[in-house]
């Protein structure tokens, strides 16, 4: 929009012109390349009004053709934290903060959202998840005042890390009861304690608004000594202890055998959910006879805090069954993951995650693909979820298949024959690694990347640069779930670690844009679709009998009614394009909302009284509708019930939205707990009053 039309908008609604504003507004939604600063305009005049089901329809309507603006996620929060809306208002701006996890308006609205949906216990829990890596000085003051607002919670609060390179102990601690004083804590490990005082200055405290003479931790504890506490006075313990104090990772000299002589080692890192690990290592031991390649099974257990998942693991290893390998505290993935593969220098690996299920003679494949050529660095297989191999749709994360689904998935792989697609990256949920390669690039970075987002992507372009490829096993599928490993800090991280990948590789992401938008892998997403497809065998089941309507009669007119009709004929088109230009001309107007895909789009659209539903990260379709101010499902198809006909599925449309229907009496849907047509006859012109 010209600063010209955007400033006389703004003066008008300044003077109260509201009329002048109304009219400057409405030129600008005629006009395409004004139209998106209009909508934001129209909520933002709806908010200051009070009207928030309009104002959500704008600002949605907005953010969904703007999805980079974060200002407008902003404002699409705060209308429905105005409104009182906590679930809905939790969920989306939780999502915004997958999106844009560092945004810190977004961030402090999120706490603030909190403070009315959650019970303290719930919220603390969320802020000590997040608090080791809260950076900003403002955040850091908005999270310890809701702390210290409860006198329940523990006041003394602190995190702490290690420092390998120069064995020390650094971090933060604040007694937020009396924030004068410098908090008192013990290092602890084995039988040796050491007293000390978080006495040193904190520049992120004093910017939070703490005293600038201590709060800050800087101790060098004896030696690396493995686990290490860090506990307060009051016997709690600093967030991130304990601590896994070992020395800094010296990589093993590359070793004289031939990897390909050799077992592969499956390097599975473990730490917690017992049920989905087992799955995946029962999964690998019920197949591995079906695999040629000699291998061993090696559990990285990385201080498992759940002692049924330990002792399982434990019995499987000395029945030999697996090979354990047990941290004395929590090393985080990359850490862990650098020392397995450290163990045998002379074999190729496989880091497999735990919650996976592999099938068949799926390591067979892979290494296949592996040596198929010199240069060849890594490959990753098919998967439900796993970035770029995901099935059926790339980098979109599908539900784990239950195992005869993955079954029947991993067999129409192996016999699509499709060849294998270079990948720009691989995926870390299952990751061939050839031990030359290995050797070549180097190990994992454990110094700067935070504890394991993105350890695989600045492995994959390091070999990159050095002339590897990476391959994409299409005849592979391995399943995983996805989402166990980490808790509500996971999207920060991610973002720290992408920040520093783009400075690392500033062509990286257009070329990563470039495969997607290029996707040579949808010929084999293709193959596999229509194997599966070839193996299904079609069931006609008996069509159940339609479940009858439960909604009450709703207040009317309403904001919004939904079109519960298909659209798939013109005469029912033809008269939901009247509808919609006489509820247009109308005041207050009633917006039409489309929900399904239909020809007559763009038409309804352009009459002004047709909006799509806005599709809003972290809500459903029945929130949005309710958001918007949808009182009813409407159909103005009159056509009964007949062997070519059947207007069922205006029904589900009703039910799936818990929408009171409201329809023609000759479709014979009043049966079905649907209200008559005749009752929005004030609203209806005459020619569609069926």
């Known amino acids: ?39 934001i305009w129209q909520g933002v005049a709806a908010l200051r009004e009070g009207r928030q089901a309009d104002a959500f329809l704008h600002l949605a309507r907005a953010s969904e053709r703007l999805p980079q603006r974060t200002d407008l996620k902003l404002l699409l929060g705060r209308s429905l934290q105005q409104s009182g809306q906590h679930e809905p208002a939790e969920g989306f701006l939780r999502a915004a903060l997958q999106r844009f996890p560092a945004d810190q308006p977004l961030r402090r609205l999120y706490w603030s959202t909190l403070q009315t949906s959650r019970s303290h216990a719930e919220i603390a829990a969320q802020i000590r998840a997040q608090l080791a890596d809260i950076h900003d000085p403002t955040e850091l003051q908005q999270v310890l005042q809701i702390l210290a607002d409860e006198p329940a919670t523990e006041l003394l609060v602190g995190v702490v890390r290690y420092d390998a390179a120069r064995n020390l102990v650094t971090g933060w601690a604040v007694d937020l009861k009396t924030p004068e004083r410098p908090p008192r804590f013990q290092l602890a490990t084995g039988q040796v304690r050491l007293e000390c005082l978080a006495n040193t200055p904190s520049p992120l405290l004093t910017q939070a608004g703490f005293p600038a003479t201590h709060g800050g931790i ?120 650098n020392r397995g593969m450290a163990l045998h220098p002379e074999r190729d690996v496989v880091w497999l995650n735990a919650d996976t299920r592999v099938h068949g003679d799926w390591l067979d494949r892979l290494r296949a693909v592996a040596y198929q050529a010199e240069d060849i660095a890594s490959v990753t297989p098919f998967t439900n979820n796993g970035e770029l191999m995901s099935f059926p749709e790339s980098r979109i994360a599908h539900p784990m298949p239950d195992p005869q689904a993955h079954a029947r998935l991993d067999r129409a792989a192996r016999q699509s024959g499709c060849t294998p697609v270079e990948l720009e990256v691989g995926c870390g949920f299952c990751f061939y690694i050839k031990r030359r390669a290995l050797d070549a690039v180097g190990y994992l970075d454990e110094e700067t990347l935070q504890r394991g987002y993105g350890e695989e992507t600045d ?114 088109g033809e008269r939901w394009l009247r509808l919609a230009r006489h509820l247009a001309r109308q005041q207050p107007a009633i917006t039409l909302l489309l929900a399904e895909d239909t020809p007559w789009e763009t038409q309804l659209l352009a009459t002004d009284g047709v909006s799509r539903l806005p599709r809003i990260d972290g809500l459903d379709a029945r929130q949005t509708l309710e958001l918007c101010g949808t009182v009813l499902a409407l159909s103005l198809d009159a056509t009964p019930e007949t062997v070519t006909h059947s207007p069922y599925h205006v029904l589900q449309a009703a039910q799936r939205h818990r929408l009171p229907l409201f329809a023609p009496e000759s479709a014979g849907l009043d049966r079905l707990g649907a209200f008559g047509l005749h009752e929005l006859h004030p609203y209806l012109p005459k020619e569609v009053q069926v």
């Open 1 to 39: 929009m010209p600063p010209s039309l955007s400033a006389q908008i703004q003066s008008h609604f300044k003077k109260g012109d509201i009329e002048s504003a109304q009219a400057a507004l409405a030129l600008a939604l005629q006009t395409p390349g004004y139209r998106n600063e209009a909508l």
């Open 218 to 337: 800087l101790v060098r504890p004896p030696q690396p000594s493995g686990a290490l506490r860090v506990i307060f006075t009051t016997g709690a313990e600093l967030i991130g202890s304990p601590l896994a104090a070992v020395a800094p990772f010296t990589p093993p000299p590359p070793s004289e055998q031939d990897p390909f002589r050799q077992p592969v080692d499956i390097l599975v890192p473990v730490f917690k959910g017992v049920d989905i690990t087992l799955a995946c290592l029962d999964s690998l031991l019920r197949h591995k006879r079906d695999n040629r390649t000699p291998h061993r099974i090696v559990v990285l257990d990385d201080a498992c805090p759940e002692p049924q998942l330990v002792q399982a693991i434990e019995n499987l290893a000395r029945r030999g069954r697996i090979e354990l390998v047990r941290r004395p505290a929590n090393l985080g993935f990359i850490r862990n993951m």
């Open 459 to 572: 492995w994959c372009l390091r070999a990159r640069r050095l002339g590897w490829r990476h391959l994409g096993a299409t005849n592979v599928f391995v399943a995983h779930s996805g989402g166990h490993s980490f808790g509500p800090e996971k999207a920060l991280r991610v973002h720290q670690n992408n920040a520093i990948l783009r400075r690392r590789y500033p062509d990286a992401e257009r070329r990563f844009d470039t495969f997607v938008a290029r996707d040579p892998l949808r010929p084999a997403r293709e193959a596999l679709q229509q194997l599966l497809a070839a193996q299904e065998r079609p069931t006609e089941a008996p069509t159940p009998p339609p479940t009858p309507l439960t909604a009450s009669r709703p207040p009317l007119p309403g904001r919004c009614w939904l079109i519960a009709d298909r659209l798939d004929r013109a005469e029912i």
